[in-house]
């Protein structure tokens, strides 16, 4: 194929394989410290196996057929007993903002296994007027003490600014704090427990052999290296050229391995004791705590009850779409897939109908706080299109993907992604 000839951006695979089972591709990245992101940075990306099986739905199988629940339960049910405290301190974290998962989460470990959860909170770009209401509604309603930490203004939309312009990831900042703001807080107050939602491996965002585990590897938050990045930026050349200072940068900063050394934290998913299901989070998130779903549908896909806290959710699915050929449809939908909600047809034709469409509910506020121009934009945009997967046709000028779900074709081992197991993993 002529395809195979064209630039594959940020490492990916130069062949595009989907899975036959969802709709997610092998170009889906796995998550990384965002400490060491560069520009030039290679990405690991979510295997295919030899029989067209992604990593996520080889994960959701095991889900199905070889995971004793009960068991996980009861070690799940051992485990919080390790750190429960009964003279009324906080025993664990849960971060969030007041969406779906967090509720559950919160609510499950206080009400359903008598933990005393804190809850805390690393305040988004640009709440939406749903994401507010909904993070009251987890205070008020749900029952829970919450720390909101809001990060200097200038410095989140610098930091912000410097992360659309070098990375195109202009959601990165919140990375910062949604990864780690947690687990500084433990270190904080003593608190030995962390918990998180779904493993990473429900997304094909790590491999396979980091989901026999309920933990989340230190490696996601601690890093020793002299060398610090925030927004693709050395954090030398953000104090020397972009004005910025240390006490600037010192939340967005990467955990050092001395600083946890001594606190035995652990930060483990919850997704990992009990079956995880986005929907039956949010039904769960709606009862117990009164979550309500924005009043018209996501720009980008058909929900409306996923990532609707921050103005800039829509943006953030929109570059992940540009930069891989993955978007908001594509997410929701394979999630749906595996967990038996839409057969793989239905995800094809819900990719044809929302996958490209832009986000333009938000579009000015974004850019208002990018503090760019429409031309500037569409530039920087254009600037991150991978030549594998994408083609602007010569006549209108539109942007295509050069690929869709409809194709299942196989291709050689080698060229499905950087994590590749065998049909029998």
């Not at 067209?52 to 068991?71: F, H, M, N």
């Not at 595996?338 to 094809?348: D, F, L």
């Not at 760019?372 to 295509?400: C, I």
Request: proline share 4%; glycine share 8%; hydrophobic share 35%.
């Amino acid at each position: 194929m002529s395809d195979e000839r064209l630039d594959a951006y940020y490492g990916l695979p130069t062949e595009v394989v989907y899975c036959r089972r969802c709709i997610m591709s092998n170009q889906k990245p796995h998550s990384i410290n965002e400490t060491t992101h560069v520009a030039g940075s290679k990405k690991a990306t979510m295997g295919v196996g030899d029989d067209g099986i992604c990593d996520a739905c080889r994960y959701s199988d095991a889900k199905q057929d070889s995971i004793d629940w009960e068991a996980r339960e009861r070690q799940l049910l051992r485990s919080l007993e390790r750190f429960r405290r009964t003279d009324g301190s906080y025993d664990c974290i849960v971060s969030g903002s007041g969406g779906k998962d967090s509720m559950k989460i919160a609510h499950m470990l206080k009400y359903r296994y008598g933990m005393n959860p804190l809850t805390v909170t690393w305040a988004p770009h640009m709440y939406s007027d749903i994401g507010w209401l909904n993070m009251q509604r987890w205070i008020h309603e749900g029952g829970f003490d919450n720390l909101l930490f809001s990060a200097n203004g200038k410095v989140m939309r610098k930091l912000t600014s410097l992360a659309f312009e070098n990375l195109y990831f202009p959601f990165q900042p919140f990375k910062f704090g949604i990864k780690s703001w947690a687990a500084k807080m433990a270190m904080k107050f003593g608190i030995k427990l962390v918990m998180y939602g779904e493993p990473y491996a429900e997304y094909g965002s790590t491999t396979l052999e980091e989901a026999d585990s309920p933990e989340v590897g230190w490696e996601f938050f601690v890093n020793d290296a002299p060398d610090v990045y925030l927004s693709g930026v050395h954090t030398d050349t953000l104090i020397s050229d972009h004005g910025l200072s240390a006490n600037d940068l010192l939340p967005f900063m990467p955990i050092r391995s001395h600083e946890v050394a001594d606190h035995d934290i652990h930060v483990e998913c919850l997704g990992w004791y009990m079956p995880w299901d986005p929907q039956e989070s949010y039904y769960y998130a709606v009862e117990n705590c009164g979550f309500e779903p924005e009043t018209q549908r996501s720009e980008g896909t058909y929900g409306k009850y996923a990532s609707i806290d921050d103005k800039i959710d829509g943006l953030h699915y929109w570059t992940h779409l540009i930069k891989f050929g993955i978007g908001r449809t594509s997410f929701d939908a394979s999630h749906e897939v595996r967990n038996g909600h839409v057969t793989r047809e239905e995800a094809v034709a819900l990719w044809h109908k929302f996958e490209q469409e832009f986000p333009s509910r938000f579009h000015a506020d974004c850019l208002e706080y990018l503090g760019v121009t429409e031309e500037r934009f569409q530039q920087v945009t254009d600037q991150f299109r991978s030549p594998h997967l994408w083609r602007q046709d010569p006549g209108t000028g539109v942007w295509r993907l050069r690929h869709t779900p409809d194709e299942v074709a196989q291709a050689p081992a080698a060229e499905r992604g950087q994590s590749i197991i065998s049909s029998s993993a």
